[in-house]
């Protein structure tokens, strides 16, 4: 008996050794608490880590503005004050034009898995190291990026083409997005996802770019704009999965490759869920007659596509990086028969 005690005191020591030695990190994204998509994260996702690593790591996904504001997650990384993010790359925008060709190249791509694997196969990961490694002093380890969603566009007013952005003062990530929205004759206002439903209310936009259908009805959205463009026109949203070089460093060679895998394997299942939650809420919303959702002509996508492409050109030409990222997404577009 008293042999059975001291293995099971043994047993105890080296339980309780490996819960103090297990590793959370705290991960901050771009979405609000409440959310689909945090939740969709937070609710199934995140504990899967703990699973996958026998407990030796866990994940913690915080919600946008948790620890830092928005546009501070890479420098918080960087010193250690998050382990890692989960944000949206084009609010970096202002520290390189490649933040906005890697973040979201509006107009461009006609489904979310083709910018996935851009990011994943087609140079994107490797271009957005190195602007952390210029601009986060190498402190910055890039794991993965890719969009969830090709995002709707949630609007007051009715928007059925073109010509009706002019003067539309419209929510927009600063850089790429906002320049294009400004050459379709629209007013960018450049606000976090968090702000957008008070600023659609209180009038201070009359639209936004926003997020997925499903997103967008979850939080609130549609209960003061009621006219929502879908399929959207413009946006599919990269989100990036970033770590401290020193934290990643210390993981193990199994801890590093289940991140990997888990990172495709959450954003591949969250892209396939959004798109049949949207399908589902746009066919009911439709039944219903509470929304006027509205599908732009082809025409009408390919004049603002005719936008887009000029604003590119013109980014790729501010920084050298920026060069290099547009010229990885128009290689890639050839490649998959989207360019000539």
């Not at 413009?234 to 990036?240: C, D, F, K």
């Not at 970033?242 to 934290?247: A, E, L, S």
């Not at 082809?298 to 492409?309: G, S």
Request: net charge negative.
């Amino acid at each position: 008996m008293r042999k059975t005690a001291i293995v099971a005191a043994a047993v105890g020591l080296l339980l309780a050794a490996g819960a103090v030695e297990a590793k959370t990190l705290k991960l901050q994204a771009s979405s609000r608490s409440g959310d689909w998509a945090h939740r969709f994260m937070t609710d199934d996702w995140a504990k899967r880590v703990e699973t996958m690593t026998g407990g030796s790591l866990k994940v913690e996904v915080l919600a946008t503005r948790a620890v830092v504001p928005h546009r501070e997650t890479i420098d918080a990384v960087a010193n250690g004050i998050l382990d890692g993010d989960l944000n949206a790359v084009s609010y970096f925008s202002g520290r390189d034009p490649a933040f906005a060709i890697l973040g979201d190249l509006i107009a461009a791509y006609d489904m979310p898995d083709q910018v996935q694997t851009f990011c994943m196969h087609g140079g994107g990961k490797e271009i957005l190291q190195k602007l952390y490694d210029k601009y986060a002093g190498g402190k910055v380890h890039v794991v993965g990026c890719g969009p969830y969603a090709k995002e709707a566009l949630v609007s007051k007013v009715q928007i059925n083409g073109v010509d009706d952005l002019q003067g539309v003062k419209i929510r927009s990530p600063e850089g790429l997005a906002a320049e294009v929205f400004k050459r379709a004759g629209a007013s960018p206002v450049s606000l976090p996802f968090s702000e957008v439903y008070t600023a659609l209310e209180k009038g201070i936009v009359d639209a936004a770019d926003a997020s997925a259908y499903v997103n967008n009805a979850a939080s609130g959205m549609h209960k003061v704009a009621t006219h929502p463009l879908y399929p959207g026109i413009h946006s599919m949203a990269v989100l990036q999965f970033i770590v401290n070089k020193d934290v990643w460093n210390k993981l193990t060679d199994a801890e590093r490759a289940i991140l990997e895998v888990w990172y495709v394997a959450a954003y591949t299942s969250m892209r396939r869920e959004a798109d049949l939650q949207d399908r589902d809420l746009v066919a009911k919303d439709r039944e219903e007659g509470r929304l006027t959702i509205t599908d732009w002509p082809q025409e009408e996508r390919d004049r603002f596509r005719e936008l887009a492409v000029a604003a590119w050109e013109d980014y790729g030409g501010k920084s050298d990086l920026a060069k290099e990222a547009l010229a990885a997404h128009v290689s890639y577009m050839k490649r998959i028969g989207l360019l000539d």
